[in-house]
């Protein structure tokens, strides 16, 4: 019961291998203000404010087991695959890292990609960040990151575009929480940061030892920061799961 929601989400992640591309390309069109005030309050409504998670000092709307959606099937649901309700454990570890070595990210400029419930980006901020981007190629994601991040009354900017393959030398530090949950997507990314290593970009990976990561060649040209233990009801929620990395590269 435990993992109703977020079990049903990542067994469709994983397991249906056609729907992958339309998850990582789907679009929500939530562009003017009257679709973001009904999504806010569809977000406030079917979440709840917790901060139970390895970032206690954020608050987040997350749909949790105290929430009905959690107990419904996904059918129910008013979102499409709404990955940003929940706090994945390589955000949790990457956020636990940034607010625990805030002197890495202080006057950097920052941008998370894939930031979900926008949790990493906010702990940037929280870190003194000069500017930090959240992006998310589902914009109600960003709904989620411009509600999450006013309850924390820190001010992010957020982007839609699909950033990965891009480069801007405006950027200091590239975030990636728990962005390794598919073999080809992992591949994309990898791609990707191979080119933006040598600009001097410097990448965080937080990742829960997931096998499209731990198995990649890309590992051998990052480097071990941080290893933590994830709380019981993170472990719970991501069966079989018990650690979490931060990777950074080697300069
Ligand atoms: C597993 S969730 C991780 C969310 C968050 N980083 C965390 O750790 O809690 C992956 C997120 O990446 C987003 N995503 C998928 N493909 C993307 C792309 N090409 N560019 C940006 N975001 C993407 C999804 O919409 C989703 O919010």
Redesign the pocket.
């Known amino acids: 019961m435990m993992v109703s929601f977020l079990g049903r989400l990542l067994r469709k992640t994983f397991l249906q291998n056609g729907c992958l591309k339309g998850?990582?390309l789907k679009q929500s069109s939530c562009t003017n203000s009257n679709e973001r005030a009904k999504l806010t309050k569809l977000i406030k409504g079917n979440t709840e404010i917790t901060q139970d998670h390895m970032t206690p000092e954020i608050a987040l709307h997350l749909i949790t087991p105290k929430c009905k959606l959690w107990h419904e099937k996904g059918e129910d649901s008013p979102f499409v695959d709404p990955?940003?309700a929940?706090?994945?454990p390589?955000?949790?570890v990457?956020s636990r890292f940034i607010l625990d070595n805030k002197n890495l990210f202080a006057n950097k400029t920052v941008v998370?990609?894939?930031?979900?419930?926008g949790?990493?980006a906010i702990s940037a901020k929280m870190a003194g960040a000069a500017h930090v981007l959240a992006?998310?190629?589902?914009k109600v994601?960003l709904v989620a990151v411009q509600i999450n991040s006013e309850l924390n009354t820190t001010s992010v900017e957020v982007s839609a575009s699909?950033?990965?393959g891009s480069y801007n030398s405006q950027w200091d530090v590239v975030l990636l929480?728990?962005?390794f949950?598919d073999p080809e997507?992992a591949d994309n990314i990898s791609g990707w940061i191979k080119v933006l290593i040598p600009s001097g970009i410097t990448l965080y990976v937080?990742d829960p030892g997931r096998l499209s990561f731990m198995n990649h060649p890309l590992k051998s040209s990052l480097k071990l920061c941080a290893e933590y233990q994830l709380p019981d009801r993170c472990k719970l929620e991501n069966n079989g799961l018990s650690s979490g990395y931060v990777w950074s590269c080697y300069y």
């Open positions: 998850t990582f990955f940003w929940f706090y994945w390589g955000g949790q990457l998370d990609i894939g930031s979900g419930c949790a990493s992006n998310d190629i589902d994601a699909n950033l990965i929480g728990d962005m949950y997507f937080g």
